[in-house]
């Protein structure tokens, strides 16, 4: 196995009220060195259908981001891994939120998107206090809920905490 860390910053500013959360970033996000690059991950699909917006390319995704005071990072700072499954990682180290939610004190609600990113962070960040919400995941790995029921769930979350 090799070790592997996170490759890129959070995508985070001062007025970021929600903060969502992956466990560590897929082979393909390495590649494209962004959040959800898989072609088949539903974050980006998903984010476009609720705010009724085409999100072309990484800078329209973080402006994107920004501009709604949506925040995005993963569980994991670094570990080991075969391959972009959640079930490969070994040798887990998360990132330091502590540091982050002290540096962001806006942040309103964590938002997981898939179980172990929020098993993960129960595991190490379990005394945290911070609202925390579980997601379906939106990796296509996760076939057991259509795209648009993951976009009703979504959706209800995102206007809860948000104004669309």
């Known amino acids: 196995m090799?070790?592997?860390s996170h490759p890129f910053s959070p995508?985070?500013?001062?007025n970021t009220h929600i903060l969502f959360l992956g466990s560590f970033p897929s082979i393909a996000s390495f590649e494209h060195s962004f959040y959800?690059?898989?072609s088949r991950n539903a974050f980006w699909p998903i984010m476009e259908i609720i705010f009724n917006v085409t999100l072309l390319d990484n800078e329209a995704?973080?402006?994107f981001c920004l501009s709604h005071k949506i925040g995005l990072w993963d569980v994991i700072g670094s570990c080991e891994r075969e391959n972009s499954s959640d079930s490969n990682l070994k040798e887990i180290?998360?990132?330091?939120f502590e540091t982050l939610l002290r540096?962001?004190?806006n942040i309103k609600v964590i938002a997981f998107t898939g179980k172990k990113a929020f098993d993960l962070f129960e595991k190490y960040f379990?005394?945290?206090?911070i609202e925390k919400i579980l997601l379906p995941s939106t990796s296509a790995a996760h076939a057991s809920m259509s795209q648009e029921e993951k976009v009703v769930a979504y959706k209800v979350f995102i206007e809860k905490?948000?104004?669309v």
Do not use: V
């Not at 995508?11 to 001062?14: A, F, G, K, L, R």
């Not at 379990?126 to 206090?129: A, D, P, R, Y």
């Open 2 to 4: 090799k070790l592997y």
């Open 11 to 14: 995508i985070i500013d001062s």
């Open 36 to 38: 959800y690059a898989h």
């Open 61 to 63: 995704k973080i402006a």
């Open 93 to 96: 180290l998360p990132n330091d």
């Open 103 to 105: 540096d962001y004190p």
């Open 126 to 129: 379990k005394n945290m206090e």
């Open 161 to 163: 905490f948000l104004t």
